[in-house]
């Protein structure tokens, strides 16, 4: 007994000390990353939001079950470890005490059957894992496989002390059942069976038995323990307080303002010299950066939904943040050096990595190459994946916005749209006085908002500058105003008042552009005292709606399909003419993922008679990207496929007539791929994409008369969309109220 017992706490004792040493430096490392003062206001202020989360994502693993095979075997696997901590109790009493029951619980028959149940669900859930990792080995599947870049080795050895786990538990209780020492009298149906099995070796032989595996089973799991704290199984301690402060509800929507010090950065007041723009080395990061990396799993669910990576670019956000660990890590003795003196007494190999560029070409020793960085869309896809809630598009922004506001590196084909954007306020330097050219032809006014909006106003009607610049985009402008104009809404525009939001500016890294056009945008709306805003950009909805409240400008702001949707179900729209078409809509990241706007386009066109809605294979929360998010729309895509021609590919393989989407970037995005596929002779030539108010607008004119179908309307006498579209119907010179 003496000697199990020295055995038993020796164990401990070492592996408690080697994963506490490890535990430490961690935290350390973890404290050499900037504070992030924000993130601990944030749960001090909304701690019923936070424990929610809690208990939705880490006990009921929501993001997780998402993928139901490997979510209920990793549900299965967590809640298998929770209980089978009461088994590791009776383990350690099992050294002092054979008889040992946890006192006051201990011979409850159920207890034994938890036990015994979840010991065998985990055996299923880590059978099911190693099928799962064997499958799709990436050996077999390269690139295509979720775990290609995973240290797929640390992990199969995790599976494998996970099973010696739960097979030295059963081995032993099975034992003392054979040795009457075991406290649960029936119901501990797994490790009867196996006390069947042990029964001929008679009880001396069990008593070894039980010895030796109980001393194994405590073994195993101390081993288990040092391993989690050396591996991507940090996760088990990590992801419950990398989930406590991370950005609610989602990490995703609005950017987050530049922060040096846990201070939001003045422009007017920042200094280069001592001040942190972006990330330009490791510990640039916060600590709740340092965080993300250390809780990656290793999963490659966002790998796996990420367009960039599935186009062929070398950006995969899985290996963003395990590079990112990888040389937090590796330049950790030099972080942690508490002295120049120590520094220069580190290795050589340490040193050269702490000379290692953040961002810099791959050859060159960079950890994150600028093609990786420059890939990225912000399409949101990885963050909405992540079961432990890490926020790659912040990480990826903050790298931005260091290399474009002090190296001044970027893409030189995105050069001329931030000066465009600086000095005339829209992307293609237009200028405001093109901002009223799409109201021309109609044949009602459209206000101008000249001083305070008056009562009467009910919208403000934020066009953007593709809708009011960009000959495609401006045909859904002119079908949202119309259809406001035929539901009798109020509405006023800015006109050339109004410029860029910033949104290309910001998602590019260039802040100090970003700063410049919002401010300028709130003290105009401000001014003029908007206060109910539609959008019918999504990047502007989402600008507006979560990102200029950062600076003062706090409105109600919707999206066109949101609102063009209540008109229907309110009966002020009623949409009539049938479009006999099979439609297939495209989610624009920024309006479904990112703000979640699902329902309402949907609710749109399932209005509109005669449409048959088909959705493709990739919609809603899991939409594939177009390509023209995170400033892409301004850079060449140089690397592998054209997202946006993966993207058209997914929606041909519905054989639609019609694609339809609801964000003017998608429009050209797909629109242009369309163009392609119809040189080639993959798409039919009268395939074409258009917003969903188009469609609405086509509908909800009254069918035409036999004779007027035969050519278009006199320009500038119809509907709200027939202007644009020469082979729609003419329609009645101005159409009232539906
Ligand atoms: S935001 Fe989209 S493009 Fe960027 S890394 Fe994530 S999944 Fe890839
Ligand atoms: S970042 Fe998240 S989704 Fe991606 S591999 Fe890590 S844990 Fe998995």
């Not at 290609?148 to 059942?177: D, K």
């Not at 290795?347 to 093609?371: Q, Y």
Request: net charge negative.
């Amino acid at each position: 007994m003496a000697l199990r017992i020295i055995i038993g706490l020796a164990l401990t004792v070492i592996a408690l000390a080697i994963a506490g040493r490890r535990l430490w430096w961690l935290y350390r490392l973890g404290r050499t990353g900037q504070p992030a003062p924000e993130r601990i206001e944030a749960v001090r202020q909304h701690p019923a939001r936070d424990a929610e989360a809690e208990v939705t994502e880490v006990l009921g693993q929501r993001k997780l079950l998402q993928w139901t095979v490997p979510g209920i075997a990793h549900f299965v696997t967590f809640w298998g470890f929770i209980i089978l901590i009461l088994t590791l109790i009776e383990s350690y009493g099992d050294l002092f005490s054979r008889s040992f029951a946890i006192p006051g619980i201990g011979h409850w028959a159920w207890i034994g059957f938890i036990e015994d149940l979840f010991g065998v669900a985990v055996m299923a859930g880590i059978i099911t894992f190693a099928v799962i990792r064997w499958r799709h080995d990436p050996k077999r599947e390269g690139r295509n496989s979720r775990f290609a870049g995973s240290h797929t080795g640390a992990a199969w050895l995790v599976l494998v002390l996970i099973f010696l786990v739960v097979a030295t538990l059963l081995v032993y209780r099975g034992a003392q059942i054979d040795t009457g020492v075991f406290p649960y009298a029936h119901d501990a149906f797994a490790s009867q069976i196996v006390g069947h099995w042990l029964h001929p070796l008679g009880v001396g032989a069990d008593k070894a038995v039980e010895t030796t595996f109980v001393l194994a089973q405590l073994a195993v799991i101390l081993g288990f323990l040092v391993l989690v704290t050396y591996s991507k199984h940090l996760h088990i301690f990590a992801a419950p307080v990398n989930v406590l402060f991370s950005r609610r509800p989602n990490g995703l929507g609005g950017l987050q303002p530049m922060r040096s010090g846990g201070k939001v950065l003045d422009f007017e007041e920042a200094d280069p010299d001592t001040d942190i723009f972006g990330r330009g080395k490791i510990e640039d990061f916060t600590w709740k950066g340092m965080l993300d990396m250390a809780t990656c799993t290793e999963c490659g669910r966002c790998q796996s939904q990420c367009p960039a990576w599935a186009t062929g670019k070398p950006l995969s956000p899985k290996m963003v943040i395990l590079d990112l660990r990888d040389h937090a890590f590796a330049k950790a003795p030099y972080l942690l050096a508490g002295s120049d003196e120590e520094r220069d007494q580190l290795p050589e190999a340490v040193k050269k990595e702490a000379d290692r560029p953040l961002v810099g070409d791959a050859a060159a020793g960079g950890v994150i190459d600028p093609d990786v960085l420059w890939s990225c869309t912000n399409c949101g896809a990885c963050v909405e994946e992540c079961p432990v809630d890490i926020e790659h598009i912040d990480h990826i922004t903050d790298m931005r916005r260091h290399q474009v506001l002090i190296e001044s590196s970027f893409p030189p084909e995105a050069s001329g749209m931030l000066k465009n954007l600086e000095n005339k306020g829209d992307p293609w330097g237009m200028g405001g006085a093109k901002r009223l050219e799409w109201t021309e032809g109609l044949d009602f006014e459209v206000p101008v908002v000249d001083g305070p909006i008056g009562d009467d106003v009910e919208y403000l009607f934020w066009v953007g500058c593709a809708g009011a610049l960009e000959d495609r985009a401006k045909k859904t402008t002119r079908a949202v105003a119309g259809l406001l104009h035929t539901a009798g809404v109020n509405f006023a525009i800015l006109g050339p008042a109004e410029t860029c939001t910033g949104d290309p500016a910001r998602r590019m890294g260039n802040e100090f552009v970003f700063s410049m056009l919002a401010q300028q945008n709130v003290e105009t709306l401000n001014e003029a005292g908007a206060r109910k805003i539609v959008a019918s950009c999504p990047h502007c909805f989402n600008t507006i709606s979560n990102e200029y409240p950062q600076l003062g400008g706090n409105y109600e702001v919707i999206h066109h399909t949101q609102l063009l949707a209540r008109l229907v179900a309110d009966g002020k729209l009623t949409p009539v003419t049938p479009i006999d078409e099979k439609i297939t809509y495209h989610d624009p990241c920024f309006l479904g993922r990112h703000n979640r706007v699902f329902t309402a386009p949907r609710e749109i066109m399932e209005n509109v008679p005669g449409v048959q809605a088909q959705e493709m294979h990739r919609c809603k929360e899991r939409g594939f990207c177009c390509g023209a998010g995170g400033a892409r729309m301004w850079m060449e895509e140089r690397i592998g496929k054209r997202i946006n021609e993966e993207r058209i590919e997914e929606a041909l393989a519905t054989n639609p007539d019609t694609v339809s989407t609801a964000c003017p970037f998608c429009l050209v995005m797909l629109g242009d791929a369309i163009g392609v596929k119809q040189s080639s002779g993959e798409a039919a030539d009268s395939l074409e994409v258009v917003d969903v108010a188009q469609l609405l607008a086509r509908s909800v004119q009254p069918p035409a008369p036999a004779v007027a179908a035969a050519g278009p309307g006199p320009s500038g006498t119809s509907g709200p969309d027939a202007p644009d579209r020469p082979d729609g119907p003419a329609a009645p010179a101005s159409p009232g109220p539906s």
